[in-house]
């Protein structure tokens, strides 16, 4: 069954640093996003991506934050120096199309921890 | 603004029924989703509903009231693997993204 894959599973990173986290969704898939859920918390909407651009940002998706589909496969998300804050799990999600009931395939995960 | 309500926490027993009941504000609606989630995991899907009505999937079923802005999620012969959060989620009008409740986790007794 296809997935969604990202890497890497746990990153620990320095405050300031800038990290790269990684996903490869599902081939045919047209619409990417991340989201995120601080231990707890509930999962956030940061950013939808689609025909090679941002379609919608939420307000926590600032100047620090961007994403790439380098490739025909890969789908990025970069923090360019980060925060305590930060510290979260990252989900990578998919979906085929915006049809009725398409749901979204999500990743396992990026857990990231700044230190 | 944009709300999606669910309780907190719930509790229930080996082979009972539960429902999961969300309340939702959205300033658009392109349908509502169920989603569970073990500890550390992600979230997989469980249910659509866009129509009121019931939607039945083995021993879940799901239950949308447009004009109420309310769903359940109803679990049937609960197991202990059930034990998890389950996430409401809706499609607003854009339907880029999904607006999220907090989730409902539901711890399973013997």
């Known amino acids: 069954e296809p997935e969604v894959t990202q890497t890497p599973s746990h990153q620990v990173t320095q405050m300031g640093q800038e990290v790269i986290l990684r996903c490869v969704p599902i081939?045919?898939?047209?619409?990417f996003y991340w989201y995120r859920q601080i231990l707890g918390q509930k999962v956030e909407f940061l950013v939808s991506?689609?025909?090679?651009?941002?379609?919608?940002k939420s307000e926590i998706f600032d100047d620090q934050f961007s994403v790439e589909r380098p490739d025909g496969s890969n789908f990025t998300l970069k923090i360019r120096s980060t925060k305590l804050e930060d510290s979260a799990m990252y989900f990578c999600?998919?979906?085929?199309?915006?049809?009725?009931?398409?749901?979204?395939?999500f990743g396992q995960g990026t857990r990231l921890t700044v230190v | 603004g944009q709300n999606i309500d669910q309780p907190t926490e719930m509790t229930a027993t080996e082979g009972a029924i539960v429902q999961i009941n969300c309340t939702y504000q959205?300033?658009?609606?392109?349908?509502l989703f169920w989603y569970q989630q073990h500890a550390g995991e992600a979230p997989t899907f469980l249910s659509y509903?866009?129509l009121d009505g019931l939607e039945e999937k083995g021993r879940f079923s799901s239950f949308l009231s447009r004009s109420k802005g309310y769903s359940y999620l109803l679990l049937k012969e609960l197991q202990m693997k059930d034990s998890a959060s389950y996430l409401c989620?809706?499609?607003?009008?854009?339907?880029?993204?999904?607006?999220w409740g907090a989730g409902t986790k539901l711890i399973i007794k013997p």
């Open positions: 999600a998919s979906r085929a199309d915006l049809g009725m009931n398409t749901e979204a395939f």
């Open positions: 081939s045919n898939h047209l619409y």
């Open positions: 991506f689609y025909n090679n651009e941002i379609s919608e």
């Open positions: 959205t300033s658009g609606f392109n349908g």
């Open positions: 509903n866009v």
């Open positions: 989620a809706v499609g607003t009008n854009s339907n880029y993204q999904l607006i």
